[in-house]
């Protein structure tokens, strides 16, 4: 079977996903068979890398495993559920801030009423008992209209304040969807976002795009030496460092299990290798200590590759070069930066292409 047509490619994947559900001893119920299939297709990054870990540390799945990959990962219901509650805590708002505003016209209404009356007392009466009586209902009605007013605005500050929480909350779920618990930079779907957003700006901006794909050296050699707790705390090592040698610019997210990919506008590749030298330099000063001993288990080293984007390239491409220009740096003898550029040609084809779509 040829993979040329995208249906046997399907059934591929397909099959993959049953003969490793048999394997790892699990039904193929239709959530089990849902999140094997998305491993094997590649289809939802964040899943995969999540899975990568769980078979490295245990081998294989088991119910619980593959029922929390599938909640965390494919179902809505925990985006649904938010997405109801908030919905719920806007209409409630909603309706105290309409009650108080329709109690508040009725009144309203009533108190102009009052001052027509009034308005047609002064007019008609010379009696000073009438207009002394007149005055003494309009300044009791003025009194429940001050009253009311302050209620009204007492009311919506609270509803202000109530509104402005569920927005709080909306924009933490979205902050928390996008970012990786682990390291606490960007996730797959969050670089995914800011590749498409920064290499538009790029192109209407007229300004120069790099990217490196950042790659921890002997990964996997580290945690079956030392565990994956010490192997969490080298990829939290190597992110928090990242972080604190790039600009406030720069976009920076977790790509797969040990690799990040850092986006660098307004960055020629010249440049961008300079700081891949920079970053590989700071984290070569830093180690790695077991918490509890104090024990040294020595440096981390990172082979990274370097790119700089072409207007109107696949934004995949872009990146694919990147990381094909890290596997350079692992050829070459790893803890280095190596970099890949479009040929002049190649630039040309894709202006050419461009220029025939416009």
Same mark, same amino acid.
């Given at each position: 079977?040829?993979?040329?047509?995208?249906?046997?490619?399907?059934?591929?994947?397909?099959?993959?996903?049953?003969?490793?559900?048999?394997?790892?001893?699990?039904?193929?119920?239709?959530?089990?068979?849902?999140?094997?299939?998305?491993?094997?297709?590649?289809?939802?990054?964040?899943?995969?890398?999540?899975?990568?870990?769980?078979?490295?540390?245990?081998?294989?799945?088991?119910?619980?495993?593959?029922?929390?990959?599938?909640?965390?990962?494919?179902?809505?219901?925990?985006?649904?559920?938010?997405?109801?509650?908030?919905?719920?805590?806007?209409?409630?708002?909603?309706?105290?801030?309409?009650?108080?505003?329709?109690?508040?016209?009725?009144?309203?209404?009533?108190?102009?009423?009052?001052?027509?009356?009034?308005?047609?007392?002064?007019?008609?009466?010379?009696?000073?008992?009438?207009?002394?009586?007149?005055?003494?209902?309009?300044?009791?009605? +003025?009194?429940?209209?001050?009253? &009311?007013?302050? =209620?009204?605005? *007492?009311?919506?500050? %609270?509803? $202000?304040?109530?509104? !402005?929480?569920?927005?709080?909350?909306?924009?933490?779920?979205?902050?928390?969807?996008?970012?990786?618990?682990?390291?606490?930079?960007?996730?797959?779907?969050?670089?995914?976002?800011?590749?498409?957003?920064?290499?538009?700006?790029?192109?209407?901006?007229?300004?120069?795009?790099?990217?490196?794909?950042?790659?921890?050296?002997?990964?996997?050699?580290?945690?079956?030496?030392?565990?994956?707790?010490?192997?969490?705390?080298?990829?939290?090592?190597?992110?928090?460092?990242?972080?604190?040698?790039?600009?406030?610019?720069?976009?920076?997210?977790?790509?797969?299990?040990?690799?990040?990919?850092?986006?660098?506008?307004?960055?020629?590749?010249?440049?961008?290798?300079?700081?891949?030298?920079?970053?590989? +330099?700071?984290?070569?000063?830093? &180690?790695?200590? =077991?918490?509890? *001993?104090?024990?040294? %288990?020595? $440096?981390?080293?990172? !082979?990274?590759?370097?790119?700089?984007?072409?207007?109107?390239?696949?934004?995949?491409?872009?990146?694919?070069?990147?990381?094909?220009?890290?596997?350079?740096?692992?050829?070459?003898?790893?803890?280095?930066?190596?970099?890949?550029?479009?040929?002049?040609?190649?630039?040309?084809?894709?202006?050419?292409?461009?220029?025939?779509?416009?």
């Amino acid at each position: 079977m040829t993979m040329d047509d995208p249906k046997d490619q399907t059934a591929a994947w397909a099959q993959e996903a049953m003969e490793r559900l048999k394997l790892d001893g699990l039904a193929p119920i239709p959530d089990n068979f849902a999140v094997y299939y998305s491993y094997f297709s590649g289809s939802n990054g964040n899943l995969k890398m999540a899975m990568d870990l769980l078979l490295d540390k245990f081998g294989k799945l088991d119910q619980a495993l593959c029922n929390n990959l599938f909640q965390a990962y494919l179902s809505l219901e925990a985006e649904h559920k938010v997405l109801d509650t908030t919905t719920t805590n806007i209409e409630d708002e909603l309706k105290r801030v309409m009650s108080v505003l329709s109690n508040t016209t009725a009144e309203t209404n009533q108190y102009g009423q009052t001052l027509n009356i009034f308005s047609g007392t002064l007019k008609s009466t010379v009696s000073l008992d009438q207009i002394r009586a007149a005055v003494t209902h309009v300044a009791s009605e +003025t009194r429940v209209m001050a009253e &009311q007013n302050q =209620r009204l605005h *007492t009311q919506l500050a %609270l509803s $202000t304040q109530q509104l !402005s929480e569920v927005r709080y909350n909306l924009d933490q779920v979205k902050k928390d969807s996008l970012l990786d618990p682990l390291t606490e930079v960007g996730n797959r779907k969050y670089f995914e976002n800011e590749l498409a957003r920064i290499t538009l700006e790029a192109i209407e901006n007229e300004t120069p795009l790099a990217a490196l794909m950042v790659d921890i050296d002997h990964f996997k050699k580290f945690n079956d030496a030392y565990g994956h707790l010490i192997g969490d705390q080298v990829l939290r090592l190597v992110a928090h460092t990242l972080i604190e040698n790039l600009k406030g610019r720069d976009v920076i997210a977790r790509y797969g299990g040990e690799e990040f990919v850092i986006l660098l506008p307004q960055t020629r590749v010249v440049d961008a290798e300079r700081v891949g030298n920079l970053l590989r +330099t700071a984290l070569g000063t830093k &180690q790695v200590r =077991r918490k509890n *001993t104090n024990e040294t %288990l020595g $440096t981390v080293t990172i !082979s990274i590759g370097a790119t700089e984007y072409c207007p109107y390239e696949d934004p995949e491409a872009f990146v694919a070069r990147a990381d094909a220009a890290m596997y350079d740096a692992k050829q070459a003898g790893r803890n280095r930066v190596m970099s890949r550029v479009l040929s002049p040609e190649e630039i040309a084809a894709i202006q050419a292409k461009n220029a025939a779509k416009t």
